[in-house]
């Protein structure tokens, strides 16, 4: 498995930006993709998650009308579509795949994640 995110960049305030994460070596339709971000001098921070086979996805409170997490199986992509954003969004954000599908408890987890993506900058800054 294999995870390639992409997308970051330099936004101002209030603007948007799409997030990437390519995947290989499995099949999306069946699994499940989880974002973190990472800001500077703070711990790692679940964001978002998605299960592809259910339909279901799932959000940290701080994101939440604002984010959305999407799929395009054909392409074995997870997107996260961020609007509105805001200075306290600056962080690297990583996509992150489980070996299986975690219960609901242990989606912010970091060790329930398996393999990881390299990380992408966002900078939210006027």
């Known amino acids: 498995v294999q995870l390639q995110a992409s997308g970051g960049g330099l936004v101002q305030p209030g603007g948007s930006l799409r997030l990437s994460c390519a995947g290989s070596?499995?099949?999306?339709?069946?699994?499940?993709i989880g974002w973190f971000r990472q800001a500077p001098g703070k711990e790692r921070e679940w964001v978002s998650f998605?299960?592809?086979?259910?339909?279901?996805?799932y959000y940290t409170d701080s994101v939440k009308g604002r984010f959305t997490i999407s799929e395009d199986s054909a392409k074995n992509t997870v997107y996260l579509q961020m609007n509105n954003l805001k200075p306290e969004d600056t962080a690297v954000y990583y996509c992150?795949?489980?070996?299986?599908?975690?219960?609901?408890?242990?989606?912010?987890?970091?060790?329930?994640?398996?393999?990881w993506g390299q990380g992408t900058l966002v900078t939210v800054s006027s």
């Open positions: 992150a795949a489980p070996v299986n599908r975690p219960i609901n408890s242990a989606l912010s987890r970091v060790a329930t994640y398996a393999y």
């Open positions: 070596g499995f099949t999306l339709d069946y699994y499940a």
């Open positions: 998605v299960s592809v086979r259910e339909g279901k996805t």
